[in-house]
């Protein structure tokens, strides 16, 4: 934005000052013209009174040589055929000798001076009586008539060089060309310093939107004071719309987290009830299993309960990371119990070696709780199922699968909310399976059991960032079923 104001600015400068600029040097030059031919008029006009007394040449050759043009040699006077000597041209046939050097004979009349225009041109200006310029070798003369008596007139030229028409202007245009260069900078300067307010803005803006997204809710964007001077009125505006939602986002996880602890708080009822139950069941495995579990949903509860309570800013740090084998030994042990009820087969491969993951213990065993579910829940009874467990160097892969129908429709599966499971069914255990795998940087896929042929599934918990690879581009297999990287 900032880069973009800037050429914005020397766009816009550079146009308004072309566009005054120029007009101006042209006139410049038109004046400096007009000054030289001006002058060339009043140099003229100084021999007038000399030529209305007398016509001696002489007399004319001093008067041509106290003037500047004529000291210059730049003027010369055309004189008219002496009076009674009509048709003859001066005595002894030759102008006499004038301060600029050697006369010339003109038609009508001896020449005094320096003449550079053509004879016709003299003869035309004495004879229409009128001032008028023509272009002669290194310039241009002016001839200017003056009446010397009844039916007499001289001219007097005036010679006006090529460098006096530009005079001046070679510094007037270097004059004119600073000027424009000093707005161009000025307006670069102003663009700049406005550019780096909004830029500054801005950037306090979207840095306050990360740190928001990174979870401190703590941040809020400066209104007033010195770091906002000079800020757009519209990021002023954003800025306050930006706090307003950080305060209703605080008010809605609070809110949140109290509907939460509210919602937990109502199972201890039923878990009381539970656990009595639980605890007239007498002895065996399936009494042991179901107290076992209303144990452990009781500690679920109250850990949520306790979690909802605590603001966020307050919760201890948690180490994350745990044995995915330890803790998939220890839900398929749980599991196993149901599962020999119902009379399932079942095998649990590859969890007898460490298969340490980066993920907190709870979240992988909600999620392999979510997968096992799946199995109990939407098979019938006597299904069989497995559960393998595979560790590479940069992942942990948990495949569980059934020998149940199948997933009849993979992708709409994995949508939230989109299970079809019939009653108890929220169709969000495979949302927490993904989101879990995703915040490792792996994923889930859907596919057919080569073994069992019913229904798989695969988590792929990564140990460490992936590494590009051409060999990993593109579409992954497994078991022969095609699935999205």
Not at 258 to 264: G, K, P, Q, V, Y
Not at 471 to 483: D, E, P, Q, T, Y
Request: glycine share 12%.
């Amino acid at each position: 934005m900032r880069w973009a104001l800037i050429r914005a600015a020397v766009a816009g400068t550079t146009m308004v000052a072309l566009a005054f600029l120029i007009p101006l040097g042209l006139m410049v030059q038109q004046t400096a013209r007009d000054r030289a031919f001006t002058a060339a008029e009043r140099q003229a006009a100084a021999l007038g009174p000399a030529l209305a007394i007398t016509t001696d040449q002489d007399a004319i050759d001093r008067a041509l040589a106290s003037t500047d043009a004529g000291a210059q040699g730049r003027m010369a006077v055309h004189l008219p055929v002496p009076a009674g000597a009509a048709g003859a041209v001066g005595a002894g046939g030759a102008g006499a000798t004038g301060a600029g050097g050697a006369d010339t004979e003109a038609p009508g009349g001896p020449t005094i001076g320096e003449g550079r225009a053509a004879a016709a041109d003299v003869a035309t200006a004495g004879g229409q009586g009128r001032a008028f310029t023509v272009a002669v070798p290194g310039g241009y003369a002016l001839l200017q008539p003056v009446a010397v008596d009844t039916g007499r007139t001289a001219v007097v030229e005036v010679f006006v060089a090529e460098s006096d028409l530009t005079r001046g202007v070679s510094t007037a245009w270097l004059v004119l060309s600073a000027v424009a260069l000093g707005l161009v900078a000025i307006s670069v300067l102003v663009a700049d310093r406005m550019g780096g307010r909004i830029v500054a803005s801005a950037r306090r803006l979207a840095a306050a939107a990360r740190s928001l997204g990174a979870g401190n809710l703590a941040v809020r964007v400066p209104v007033e004071g010195k770091q906002v001077d000079g800020s757009p009125e519209e990021l002023r505006e954003a800025a306050h719309a930006f706090n307003t939602m950080a305060d209703r986002v605080v008010q809605l996880l609070a809110a949140e987290r109290e509907l939460a602890a509210d919602l937990s708080h109502r199972l201890r009822t039923p878990l009381t009830v539970l656990r009595l139950n639980a605890a007239s069941l007498g002895n065996g495995d399936a009494a042991d299993a179901t107290r076992h579990a209303v144990a452990q949903l009781e500690r679920e509860v109250d850990q949520i309960i306790r979690s909802a309570r605590r603001a966020p800013e307050d919760a201890p740090a948690v180490a994350v990371g745990c044995d995915a084998a330890e803790v998939i030994r220890e839900r398929v042990g749980f599991w196993s119990a149901l599962a020999e009820d119902e009379g399932r087969r079942w095998q649990l491969a590859g969890a007898g070696r460490p298969a340490p993951v980066p993920v907190q213990r709870g979240d992988l065993a909600a999620a392999v709780d979510a997968l096992l579910g799946n199995v109990f829940r939407h098979t019938a009874v006597g299904t069989a199922f497995s559960v393998d467990v595979l560790a590479t160097d940069g992942s942990v892969i948990v495949l569980v699968g059934d020998a149940g129908p199948g997933y009849s429709d993979p992708a709409a599966a994995l949508k939230r909310g989109e299970g079809h499971g019939g009653e108890g069914s929220t169709g969000l255990g495979l949302d927490i399976v993904r989101k879990l795998a995703e915040s490792t940087g792996g994923d889930v896929a859907l596919g057919r059991s080569a073994v069992l042929g019913g229904a798989e599934t695969r988590l792929r918990l990564r140990t460490r960032p992936e590494e590009a690879s051409p060999a990993r581009a593109g579409r992954r297999r497994i078991r022969g079923v095609a699935i999205p990287k």
